[in-house]
């Protein structure tokens, strides 16, 4: 009787737990595992990157515990334990050492995203901290206390790099960012919108290294000393690596799930093996990997009804993402990788629209900085959908 066969999920981030809760809508009576190598403790990530503005430790930003999670989710929580291995013919995981196996009917990865660790070198990579989960958090929050921190190095001007950067800056520390493309976000904006945010950040104090790799952090009389292939040195108490992350795939690599930036899966959320499901940062949907929150929950619905008998296919309707400058607040909806079409821009001081037309002039992406992402709602219903 396979109805009695737990649906089981890796990871408690926003996606392991947000799955969990539209499939309890659905169906309360299937036992349900979440397994997580962490502490299980329900949390927004994206809150991670304004902690210093509204001062928020890392017990505040917890909203319930594992125990808590489990009983309101009417499921089993089990916290710091790493699955190694999947057997997907005998539709097995197996946990730690591989001493424990359970058997599952359906099993979800939600297991998020990894740093990019830089290649640097030198005796100073015990002060270099990067920040993607709670527990993250906390340890730099206790190394910013304890060696009375001044000033940070920021490894990194994108999404991440940014936002802690006006956040530290709010939290009245000295800022100094290393990214060796052009200008802030720039993966993610034109240039005229990534210099409207980097005039922002610099006249609250912050100052720019564009071009340069960072090389080496070693230990100097006081903090540390940060190389960088110029030759030019910076000097900082700490630094923070944001050089960005990717899906965590190696699990299911190694258990023969297909992968390609992500794990792949289809519009069903179905990998490559029977039973066996992904979402979230750790997903490639339809050839999509988006790390943001918007696009786990659209998954979340739909995997719910899926995992609960009602076979439902995700839509992604547009989502533009709201990154957390508030120095000069942003805006940015990308356009589909390999989309063809043209910016425009119109830029009055750190005031950016700037929208990304096809020939036909169909909107396909824009990005607004400042006044401008006032914008928003009207250019975002003249997207098209994502998935649709
Ligand atoms: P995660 O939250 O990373 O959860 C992964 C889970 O898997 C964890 O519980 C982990 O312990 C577990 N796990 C991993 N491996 C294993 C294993 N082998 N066995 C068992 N468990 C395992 N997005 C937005 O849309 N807007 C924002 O403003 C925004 N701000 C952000 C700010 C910061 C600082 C960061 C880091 C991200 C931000 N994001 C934002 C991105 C967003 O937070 C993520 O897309 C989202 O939280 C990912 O959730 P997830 O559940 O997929 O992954």
Request: charged share 20%.
């Amino acid at each position: 009787d396979t109805k009695q066969d737990p649906v089981i999920i890796l990871g408690t981030g926003l996606a392991g737990y947000g799955l969990a809760r539209e499939f309890r809508k659905h169906d309360s009576d299937t036992p349900l595992i979440l397994i997580t190598s962490d502490d299980g403790r329900s949390y927004s990530k994206p809150m991670l990157s304004t902690g210093f503005t509204k001062n928020t430790s890392a017990d505040d930003l917890a909203q319930q515990d594992a125990g808590s999670m489990a009983k309101q989710l009417k499921a089993s929580v089990w916290t710091m334990t790493e699955v190694s291995e999947i057997d997907t013919d005998k539709q097995v995981i197996k946990i730690g050492n591989a001493e424990t196996s359970i058997h599952y009917g359906k099993l979800v990865l939600a297991v998020g995203a990894q740093v990019i660790q830089p290649p640097i070198e030198g005796d100073g990579l015990d002060r270099v901290y990067s920040v993607n989960d709670l527990l993250d958090y906390d340890d730099f929050r206790s190394a910013i206390s304890q060696n009375n921190v001044k000033k940070v190095c920021i490894i990194g001007g994108g999404l991440i790099g940014s936002e802690f950067t006006n956040d530290l800056l709010n939290g009245g520390f000295e800022i100094e960012v290393v990214d060796p493309l052009a200008h802030c976000l720039p993966t993610l904006l034109p240039e005229v919108a990534g210099k409207a945010v980097q005039a922002a950040l610099q006249a609250s104090g912050a100052k720019f290294h564009f071009g340069p790799l960072v090389t080496a952090v070693n230990k100097a009389d006081v903090g540390v000393t940060v190389s960088l292939n110029t030759g030019e040195t910076i000097s900082a108490d700490l630094v923070l690596s944001a050089v960005g992350v990717r899906p965590r795939i190696d699990l299911a690599q190694a258990s023969g799930l297909q992968t390609n930036r992500g794990i792949v899966t289809n519009r069903l959320l179905e990998t490559s093996a029977p039973n066996v499901y992904a979402l979230g940062d750790c997903a490639e949907v339809d050839g999509h990997v988006l790390v943001y929150v918007a696009p786990l929950m659209a998954a979340a619905r739909a995997l719910g009804k899926t995992l609960a008998g009602e076979p439902t296919e995700v839509q992604y309707p547009a989502m533009p993402v709201t990154i957390k400058t508030p120095a000069c607040p942003v805006v940015v909806a990308p356009p589909a990788a390999g989309a063809r079409g043209e910016w425009t821009v119109q830029a009055d001081g750190n005031n950016v629209q700037a929208e990304y037309r096809d020939s036909s002039g169909n909107l396909l992406g824009f990005a607004l900085t400042g006044e401008a992402t006032k914008a928003k709602l009207a250019l975002q219903k003249e997207l098209p959908p994502i998935i649709g």
